[in-house]
């Protein structure tokens, strides 16, 4: 298992921006994919942007060209810059990584992020 701990969430305001960091326990052995999903109130858990073992990036649609995922292998750390955030972006932010050749997945215990005036 690996330890994820998220941090940088907070309250912003509408069109302001939060820069989200994910800090995993140990070096990660075959990692597949890492990355960002959030969860809103009364919502279902929902892919925000993932990045893959080589590097290549994958965003939800109504994510793209405002938020940016990242890693900093020596650190074990994914991050999520946000721009242009809105209130209905208001949610946990959960980390995951699948690793081990795909056979595990293990998850953040999330990052509150709240967008409001």
């Known amino acids: 298992q690996v330890q994820l701990v998220e941090s940088g969430g907070g309250l912003v305001q509408p069109g302001g921006s939060l820069r989200l960091s994910c800090a995993a326990s140990?070096?990660?052995?075959?990692?597949?994919?890492m990355g960002w999903y959030r969860q809103a109130p009364g919502k279902q858990r929902e892919l925000v942007a993932v990045?893959?073992?080589?590097?290549?990036?994958m965003y939800a649609d109504f994510v793209k060209g405002r938020f940016t995922v990242s890693r900093d292998n020596a650190k074990n750390t994914v991050y999520l810059q946000m721009n242009s955030l809105n209130p209905e972006e208001t949610a946990i932010y959960y980390c995951?990584?699948?690793w081990g050749g795909g056979a595990y997945d293990d998850w953040g215990q999330g990052t509150q992020v709240t967008v409001s005036s």
């Open positions: 990045i893959g073992s080589g590097g290549s990036t």
């Open positions: 140990r070096s990660i052995p075959l990692i597949s994919a």
């Open positions: 995951h990584v699948r």
